[in-house]
């Protein structure tokens, strides 16, 4: 079974803050993403990364930054956190040898910003 | 680019009533793959149906869904609700074309099933 894990589930940041949530995939996946789910808007696309050492721009990128030192881990940084970031973020990955692209997730990281 | 349009934000059904939630999509590719995602609280989103197969039923855990290129819907269907049933449900869409690393989702469908 695919294994995502994000560290942490739950955090309170202030406004201006540095926030990073990070996460680790033991599914030998090739991409990995960051969404952000909201209530109303569903979940959304952040950054992705298809390699080590390289990330792209998704469909809401402004405000974040991504890191993927490593096949395993990639990472959203948040530099200036505001109060429209608070959101549930999740991270998947998928392998891209599957021809119907499956995600899988992670737990979810809940981010309070005051 | 590619949008799912999931028209009902909540459904609230009884345990026994059968279950219909839409989903519809747009892309500029023949080939699309569509996805069912449920997301249990406190548990990850995870892969409930998919297909690529036009007019071809997909069935798992009770629920069933068939693509219908013409109507552009891939509507996600269980002929009776369950208690355990309740959660969030995302339709994805993935193209075949330049986009094809990403999934795109629709604003998902909160499915409450009351005794």
């Known amino acids: 079974e695919a294994a995502v894990t994000q560290s942490p589930r739950s955090k309170v940041a202030v406004t201006g803050g540095k926030v990073t949530l990070s996460c680790h995939q033991t599914?030998?996946?090739?991409?990995m993403y960051w969404y952000r789910q909201d209530t109303g808007h569903g979940l959304r696309l952040i950054h992705y990364s298809y390699v080590a050492d390289s990330t792209e721009k998704g469909d809401i990128p402004d405000g974040y930054k991504a890191s993927r030192p490593s096949q395993e881990n990639f990472s959203l940084i948040l530099e200036l956190a505001s109060l429209s970031q608070t959101a549930v973020y999740f991270c998947?990955?998928?392998?891209?040898?599957?021809?119907?692209?499956?995600?899988?997730f992670g737990e979810g990281s809940k981010l309070t910003v005051l | 680019g590619d949008s799912v349009t999931q028209k009902e934000g909540l459904v609230t059904l009884t345990e026994g009533l059968p279950v219909m939630l839409n989903c519809t999509y747009q892309?500029?590719?023949?080939?699309?793959?569509l996805f069912w995602y449920v997301h249990y609280l406190n548990e990850s989103p995870r892969l409930l149906l998919k297909s690529s197969t036009d007019n071809k039923r997909t069935e798992h855990q009770g629920f069933h869904a068939t693509l219908h290129k013409s109507s552009s819907s891939f509507h996600l269907q269980k002929s009776s609700a369950q208690l355990s049933d309740s959660a969030l449900y995302y339709c994805a869409l993935r193209n075949s074309g330049g986009s094809n690393y990403k999934l795109t989702f629709g604003k998902g469908t909160l499915l409450t099933v009351t005794p």
């Open positions: 998947a990955s998928r392998n891209w040898g599957t021809n119907t692209g499956q995600l899988y």
């Open positions: 892309t500029i590719y023949s080939n699309a793959f």
């Open positions: 599914n030998n996946h090739d991409y």
